[in-house]
């Protein structure tokens, strides 16, 4: 293991159902902390996005 946090897939719902551009609440970095995770894992997920190591972004149908 990469010692990385791993989200559930009700995790990534609550992520995309709660964030809110701009908000000290529910905005990227908010929630970046809430689930310790960095603000820009929080947009690739509110964006359908996922991190693909070595090999930049790519769509993630899964989240959708």
Known sequence: SSGRCKLTDM???EIQNRYVRGSRVSGSTALAKEFNITHTQ?????KGLSRVQG?????NTSWV
């Open 11 to 13: 995790q990534v719902k």
């Open 42 to 46: 929080v947009l690739y997920i509110v």
């Open 55 to 59: 090999s930049g972004l790519r769509e």
